[in-house]
């Protein structure tokens, strides 16, 4: 159905119509002109994330139903990276003609399932039209007792250095579909030189060569929140002194830590954990596996600081690595490679206005 048979009240209806609410901080959800929620014992947390077709996504391998879950939990990740809780998202969406309704129900698909994943309610947005793509901003609301909101700027001196889960997946993931991408127009563009229509309507039956690789294709298109992470370290009394998700990259996020913190750091490379498939498809790629988990971004996983007294607790939870330590500011940042050598560690991760 073209969106203009229903026009945007109708889209919106059609979107919104089915959406009760899960949090009792939810007053009044879609369907007047601003959403009502009521925080009365705690603070509200804010966060706001724009993707953009072209920059942040494409569209040639990721369907609407994965970009609309990926779409949420980005911004999720961000409420939990605050030790907070997610209560309500905003959504606001710019869209050419080329898009159908059934399309914008794919999307809202994938947000309902990110939400209800974590009980967010969907209260209100925009849409729009676009003549340069589609654009996707996202507004997540979120709760937290002022004591236990984690901040960037804790750190201190002997702390240690954590993260969750794996790096890297999730850039390897992103270089293995845009290989086949490649692939597939290069098969195309030297079909239409030849003239070989027979060659051109075997290609739209193309399949990529994923064989072995589901993982990083899981971590690239299905980001997943790690608010279990967060459960566990309540569950062991542990409270994080500084954390951040890994959006941009460990390098990048590391940084951000040091620097508001007003400290050093040392990051072990041995300690660094990567997934088996990740080293494989680095290899294949001829690309440095380290450098692909310090710098790839979109992994969605903690970096967090503790104090050095809960060594033995951090290291009995499940899914969590520690990496370093941080040190007084003037020894600065640094790696420390396998043979024991040190290096700079320079923040070289996702920057979306470099040239």
Not at 184 to 190: A, L, S
């Amino acid at each position: 159905m073209n969106i203009s048979e229903i026009g945007e009240f109708g889209l919106i209806d059609r979107l919104t119509n089915n959406l009760p609410p899960l949090n009792p901080t939810t007053i009044k959800g879609v369907g007047d002109d601003c959403a009502v929620l009521h925080y009365p014992d705690s603070e509200v947390l804010v966060t706001s994330d724009m993707l953009m077709e072209g920059v942040h996504f494409d569209l040639t391998y990721i369907d609407l139903q994965h970009l609309g879950y990926k779409s949420a939990m980005v911004n999720i990740s961000d409420i939990f990276a605050m030790g907070g809780t997610p209560r309500q998202i905003v959504v606001s969406i710019a869209l050419s003609k080329r898009f159908t309704v059934e399309d914008l129900e794919e999307f809202y698909n994938g947000l309902r399932l990110a939400c209800e994943k974590w009980g967010v309610d969907i209260v209100g947005g925009d849409t729009t039209s676009s003549y340069t793509g589609l654009a996707i901003s996202i507004t997540c609301i979120g709760e937290a007792k002022k004591e236990d909101i984690i901040y960037r700027s804790g750190a201190k001196d002997t702390d240690l250095i954590c993260v969750s889960g794996d790096l890297g997946a999730a850039y390897m993931g992103l270089q293995l579909l845009e290989r086949e991408k490649s692939v597939y127009y290069q098969q195309v563009d030297e079909a239409q030189k030849k003239g070989d229509q027979r060659a051109l309507e075997e290609l739209k039956n193309f399949q990529p060569d994923f064989a072995g690789k589901e993982y990083l294709l899981q971590r690239q298109l299905q980001a997943e929140a790690r608010g279990d992470i967060l459960a566990k370290l309540r569950e062991a009394g542990i409270r994080p002194t500084s954390m951040i998700d890994i959006s941009d990259g460990l390098s990048s996020e590391i940084h951000h830590i040091c620097k508001q913190s007003n400290t050093g750091c040392r990051i072990y490379e041995q300690n660094i954990p990567i997934d088996y498939q990740t080293a494989v498809m680095a290899e294949e790629l001829n690309m440095n596996v380290i450098t692909c988990a310090l710098n790839g971004g979109e992994d969605y996983e903690l970096l967090f600081t503790v104090p050095i007294g809960d060594h033995e607790k951090v290291q009995n939870i499940e899914g969590v690595k520690l990496i370093g330590h941080i040190t007084r500011p003037e020894l600065g940042m640094a790696l420390i490679a396998r043979d024991g050598n040190e290096f700079e560690l320079l923040a070289q991760g996702w920057n979306p206005l470099k040239k």
